[in-house]
């Protein structure tokens, strides 16, 4: 096949520039699409940059015609829940009308194969746990409900237009490159495990941790926290079943393992070596209790299988945050 090449949009980012790494590793040649908004060009490692807004049509006709990608996987969203509440305009502007332009776009170039990364806050409030893809969608934020609005769209292009598609529906990401190239790295951030990490590092005070009297076995939330590069290999996974005729489908990424907030202080704490400050307060309005993957439905259809533990999220991400990521 001469022509191995994939578009990846967002590809600059924190999950996108992991997909690049394995994407080049199992031969396909990363082609990144991103305008650096929330991406970093230095992730740029694995194939080529070509900079670019989701919301312009000139600019993504161009960048498909000259490569000519065989598929298209989409992480150009904007992801902070609490920034989607102050701001849904901005959220609606990139998430959905993005989305909606680019899906048009590659229509037009004759794109059949699209991965979509997608959230379990599409869920909402879970009424079970673990949860499977089966589970009610009804999304409490603006942030969910524009990746829900995407996933709507996605199966009627389906339907009615051939656009196959797989919809990966994230738990919560984490860890780093083991080898120290490329790591989690947004502004601001608002992620625990990066967040706890600079604690650790005496860059900022403390840790916050919003809530004791949940229903768990220590009172605080349940989270699924699952490695970035576990994460990437699903989505190469995904373009190999598109690429081989496979049909849409929408699947669950986590490892359904859940972890509390105090397991995961404890983990931090034991791989830096250092203890920090905590502040224990009131419960955040929105948060559920636990949130937990059930993950057959990516095993069945990839024959996935999450690699990494938690000792190994832990300890890529302090690897990447206390060597590299000095802040900006």
């Not at 999950?15 to 690049?20: A, E, K, Q």
């Not at 529906?169 to 625990?192: L, M, Q």
């Amino acid at each position: 096949m001469t022509n191995n090449k994939v578009l990846v949009v967002g590809g600059a980012g924190y999950i996108g520039s992991h997909t690049c790494l394995q994407l080049a590793s199992k031969g396909f040649e990363p082609v990144v699409y991103d305008n650096l908004s929330n991406g970093h060009e230095e992730f740029v490692k694995w194939g080529v940059l070509e900079k670019g807004d989701i919301r312009d049509r000139q600019r993504l006709d161009e960048v498909l015609a000259r490569h000519k990608p065989r598929a298209i996987l989409h992480f150009a969203a904007m992801i902070e829940v609490g920034e989607s509440v102050k701001d849904p305009v901005s959220f609606y502007d990139n998430n959905v009308i993005g989305t909606l332009t680019l899906l048009s776009a590659a229509l037009a170039a004759g794109i059949e194969a699209f991965v979509f990364s997608s959230t379990c806050a599409t869920y909402g409030l879970p009424e079970s746990v673990p949860i499977d893809e089966q589970h009610r969608q009804a999304p409490i934020n603006p942030y969910g409900r524009t990746k829900w609005v995407c996933e709507q769209a996605l199966k009627d292009y389906g339907q009615y237009k051939g656009l196959r598609s797989v919809i990966l529906r994230y738990f919560n990401a984490a860890g780093a490159d083991p080898e120290g190239r490329i790591g989690e790295w947004h502004e601001p951030e608002t992620h625990a495990i990066p967040l706890a990490i600079d604690a650790a590092l005496g860059r900022r005070d403390g840790f916050k941790v919003f809530g004791t009297d949940y229903e768990t076995r220590d009172g605080t939330c349940v989270r699924d926290y699952i490695h970035v590069l576990d994460l990437a290999d699903a989505h190469v996974r995904a373009v190999e079943y598109l690429l081989d005729g496979g049909d849409s489908v929408e699947l669950n990424l986590g490892t359904g393992t859940g972890t509390t907030v105090k397991e995961l202080l404890n983990a931090i704490t034991e791989v830096s070596g250092r203890s920090f400050g905590i502040d224990y307060v009131d419960r955040r309005e929105g948060d559920s209790t636990t949130l937990v993957a059930n993950n057959d439905k990516a095993r069945e259809v990839l024959g996935w299988e999450p690699q990494y533990d938690l000792a190994a999220i832990t300890r890529t991400a302090w690897n990447w945050h206390s060597r590299r990521n000095q802040g900006a």
